[in-house]
T-cell receptor
Framework: EPEVTQTPSHQVTQMGQEVILRCVPI?????FYWYRQILGQKVEFLVS????????KSEIFDDQFSVERPDGSNFTLKIRSTKLEDSAMYFC????????????FGNGTRLTVT | TQLLEQSPQFLSIQEGENLTVYCNSS?????LQWYRQEPGEGPVLLVT?????EVKKLKRLTFQFGDARKDSSLHITAAQPGDTGLYLC???????????FGQGTRLTINP
């Protein structure tokens, strides 16, 4: 069964540094998402992306965050200047159509900001 | 802000017992999904319920969507140690494009 893949699985970075988290969604999917999960807390929506533009973003997704689909396969999340509180698991997800389709999640990137 | 309240947040029971996890909201959802998440992995879909009042069964797991599509429950019969894990409910907001998650229920089944 096709999978959403994320790299790296674990990223350690220093506060203030830029990080790029990468995702390869399922190939025929059209809608892409980033979620994050701080340790011990709930899964939180960050941003949704469709037709090469952001369709919705949460209040967490401030100017330090950006997303891009640079080619036909990759979907990236960039954090421009990381803060300690950005430490979390970041999950990419995709679906092929809106409505009732369930999200397919990757296994996440654990970001640790020191 | 749409909130999904999941209860209980923690549940520890003996093998063979039955349990129910609840997911409640004041918002109406076009669908509701239950996921299971293992440590260090992403959520894995168990079931999607769409119609108010819908009941779906997955072996010993029974999922129900409330008539008003605001709440859902997960019932496990004769729980086994393999059922141990984090269970998440998530609702698809009508007219929006995002899934909203509950806080999760961390279930432990003791042999």
């Amino acid at each position: 069964e096709p999978e959403v893949t994320q790299t790296p699985s674990h990223q350690v970075t220093q506060m203030g540094q830029e990080v790029i988290l990468r995702c390869v969604p399922i190939s025929n999917h059209l809608y892409f998402y980033w979620y994050r999960q701080i340790l011990g807390q709930k899964v939180e929506f960050l941003v949704s992306f469709y037709n090469n533009e952001i369709s919705e973003k949460s209040e967490i997704f401030d100017d330090q965050f950006s997303v891009e689909r640079p080619d036909g396969s990759n979907f990236t999340l960039k954090i421009r200047s990381t803060k300690l509180e950005d430490s979390a698991m970041y999950f990419c997800a995709s679906i092929n159509e809106q409505g009732f389709s369930p999200l397919h999640f990757g296994n996440g990137t654990r970001l640790t900001v020191t | 802000t749409q909130l999904l309240e999941q209860s209980p947040q923690f549940l520890s029971i003996q093998e063979g017992e039955n349990l129910t996890v609840y997911c409640n909201s004041s918002s109406v959802f076009s669908s509701l999904q239950w996921y299971r998440q293992e440590p260090g992995e992403g959520p894995v879909l168990l079931v999607t319920v769409v119609t108010g009042g819908e009941v779906k069964k997955l072996k010993r797991l029974t999922f129900q969507f409330g008539d008003a599509r605001k709440d859902s429950s997960l019932h496990i019969t004769a729980a086994q140690p393999g059922d141990t894990g984090l269970y998440l409910c998530a609702g698809l907001i009508q007219g929006a494009q995002k899934l909203v998650f509950g806080q999760g229920t961390r279930l432990t089944i003791n042999p």
